[in-house]
């Protein structure tokens, strides 16, 4: 079974500067699909921005982007010029590519709550 | 405007009532999960649908039932049997087959057992 760890309960970060949230996970597929939620205090999740193992291109999407690491199994989101809008919790998740059965379904992290502050 | 709507938002069940969360999406989407979000663990995968008439059990399906008789429909009861209910449930819907789509989600119901 997959399993996704993010070992930083909670983080800070001034706004305007530059923060990376981490995010490693183990499986023993080589094809998989790896993504960034967002989820604000109005609690409805967003998609931030995905990655497809076998690109070695790290996927950026405007002010966020992934530093992916396929061998260490690492999958980490920075985050740059902060934003207050910004504010909230952050799960990494992963999904299989197999087709069929549970291998649709999304395995998530426990969250990182980032707070932005002036 | 295409989405995913849930009712009730919030949720108030005495021990050993069934209660419905329910769950409608109009993105036309085949595929449908229900998740179960508690503080410090993330989201679980309770059930979910690739096609109308047709579910799975996910990784927390003891305590809950669910149907899907329509594709724009999938409602959770959460039965007495489940131990603990107090949670914030979230429904997803996703294009089937597609494995690097995204999974839409709707805006959750808290659930709380008095």
Redesign the interface.
């Known amino acids: 079974a997959q399993t996704?760890t993010q070992s930083q309960?909670e983080m800070s970060v001034q706004e305007a500067e530059t923060v990376t949230l981490s995010c490693t996970y183990d499986t023993s597929e080589s094809d998989y699909?790896l993504f960034w939620y967002k989820q604000p205090p109005?609690?409805?999740?967003?998609?931030v921005i995905?990655q497809?193992a076998y690109k070695q291109q790290n996927a950026t999407e405007n002010r966020f982007s992934v530093n992916f690491q396929k061998a260490a199994k690492s999958f980490s989101l920075k985050i740059s010029d902060s934003q207050l809008g910004d504010a909230a919790m952050y799960?990494c998740a992963y999904?299989?590519?197999?087709?069929g059965?549970?291998?649709?379904?999304?395995t998530?992290?426990?969250?990182t709550r980032l707070q932005v502050t002036l | 405007d295409g989405g995913i709507t849930q009712s009730p938002k919030y949720l108030f069940r005495k021990e050993g009532q069934n209660v419905t969360l329910s769950c409608e999406q109009n993105l036309n989407h085949d595929a449908m999960y229900w998740y179960r979000q508690d503080p410090g663990q993330g989201l679980r995968l309770i059930y979910y649908s690739q096609i109308v008439n047709d579910f799975q059990k996910g990784d927390i399906a003891e305590g809950y039932s669910v149907s899907r008789e329509k594709k724009e429909s999938f409602p959770l009861t959460v039965t007495s049997a489940q131990k603990n209910p107090t949670a914030f449930y979230l429904c997803a819907s996703k294009v089937a087959g597609g494995q690097f789509d995204e999974q839409f989600f709707g805006p959750g119901t808290r659930l709380t057992v008095l």
Not at chain 1, 101 to 106: D, V
């Open positions: 996704v309960p699909y109005s609690r409805q999740m967003i998609l995905r497809e799960f999904r299989s590519a197999r087709v059965g549970t291998a649709s379904k999304l998530f992290g426990t969250g």
